[in-house]
Every structure is written in C-alpha cells, then in structure tokens.
C-alpha cells in the first residue's frame, strides 16, 4: 500500500527567510504523481505545486520549488521568501497515474512565519 | 476559474440523525470524490464516483454512507444515522478526463454532531 510521511508536524520560519518541508512516500508503482496542499485557517485545500514521476526536473511555482528525490522517495517542498500569508498547515499527498485514482495525504506539517 | 462548490459550509445535527451534504463539481469534470479530515488530523479518503457508481471506497465507507448524482450536476454525501465520531470537515473534489489534470476541492462542510 502507498503511503506518504511527514515527520515534522510543525515549523517556524522568520518571514523573508527560507523554509523547507520533508516529505518521503512509499510505493511501487512507477507512473504517479506528488503534490503540496496547503491548507489555511479557512480550511480549504489549495493546491501549491505538483510532480509528475515520470519528469526529473523539478517543479517550481513562483516562491515554491520540489526537491524531488525519486529513488530516495522523496519530496521536500521549499518555500523561498516566506511571508506572513504562507503559514498554515502543509500536506504533502500522492496518488497513482491512473486518473481516477484517490489522492492520499501525509499527516501534515504547520507552519509558522515569524514576523 | 471554475471550482467546486459546497454546501452548507457549516451544519449541526443531532446524533442519530440523516444529513446530506452537497456540491456542485466543476462542470467538465468525470471523478468525484469525498475526503474526511476530523479536527487536528489527516485528511482520508471516503469514496470516489465516476460513471455512476463507486469506483473506490474505504473502510471509513460503510453502510451508513451513500454517494449520489442525482441531476447531472450535483453530487452528494448521505449519511444516515450520524454518530459523535462522524463529526469532522468533508471535501468535495473532482478531476477531469486527463490523468494529468489534478483534483480540485470544495472548500469543505464542517459537521457537527451533537
């Protein structure tokens, strides 16, 4: 079975600094995808950045980059220039290649941005 | 941009009692899906839909939940007889036809049992 681990439930960063969120999965299959959802006081869940297996580059979405390890199963998200409107709790979560597949999520990790 | 829509965002019920909670997928969209996340933990997959029926359920899913599009648009979570437990905040998702397209989620019902 998949599964997905994030051992760090919570960080702090000092606004404008750099911050990192671990995040290792564990499966099989060779076709799938990773992503990040961040998740705000809201409580809705918001897409940050996506990966597909098959690609070796890295994605980036503005402020948000992967280092994406796939034979270490691996799939950090770093978060360059944080600001206040970035802390809220971060899921990492995969889901197989098959495009109806189910999306399963790491426990998370809350984030914190010091003033 | 599209989205998905749910609704009510916040519902309370007494134990025991019948609750529906709805969304509206995006239009174009084929899979459905329902996640669970109870206070202050993961989020976990309920059930997924395509074609009219389940495609995929978990053990969560049991005989107290039922899934259904009733008009073409909606797309809606029953559950019959709520217990404690079952209070937690539920998402709608849907994803296209192409694998490459992501889900998008609702931004969530909050039940309460009481």
């Known amino acids: 079975a998949q599964t997905v681990t994030q051992s760090q439930p919570e960080m702090s960063v000092q606004e404008a600094e750099t911050v990192t969120l671990s995040c290792t999965y564990d499966?099989?299959?060779?076709?799938?995808?990773l992503f990040w959802y961040k998740q705000p006081p809201s409580r809705q869940m918001i897409l940050v950045i996506r990966?597909?297996?098959?690609?070796?580059q890295n994605a980036t979405e503005n402020r948000f980059s992967v280092n994406f390890q796939k034979a270490a199963k691996s799939f950090s998200l770093k978060i360059s220039d944080s600001q206040l409107g970035d802390a809220a709790m971060y899921f990492c979560?995969?889901?197989?290649?098959?495009?109806?597949?189910?999306?399963?999520f790491g426990k998370g990790t809350r984030l914190h941005i010091l003033p | 941009e599209p989205e998905v829509t749910q609704t009510p965002s916040h519902q309370v019920t007494q134990m025991g009692q019948e609750v529906i909670l709805r969304c509206v997928p995006i239009?174009?969209?084929?899979?459905f899906y329902w996640y669970r996340q109870i206070l202050g933990q993961k989020v976990e997959f309920l059930v997924s839909?395509?074609?009219?029926?389940?495609?995929?359920k978990s053990e969560i899913f049991d005989d107290q939940f039922s899934v259904e599009r009733p008009d073409g648009s909606n797309f809606t979570l029953k559950i019959r007889s709520t217990k404690l437990e079952d209070s937690a905040m539920y998402f709608c998702?849907?994803?296209?036809?192409?694998?490459?397209?992501?889900?998008?989620f609702g931004q969530g019902t909050r039940l309460t049992v009481v």
């Open positions: 839909f395509y074609n009219n029926e389940i495609s995929e």
């Open positions: 239009s174009n969209h084929l899979y």
């Open positions: 998702a849907s994803s296209g036809y192409d694998a490459n397209t992501e889900a998008f």
């Open positions: 499966t099989s299959e060779s076709d799938y995808y």
């Open positions: 990966q597909e297996a098959y690609k070796q």
């Open positions: 979560a995969y889901r197989r290649g098959n495009r109806d597949d189910k999306i399963i």
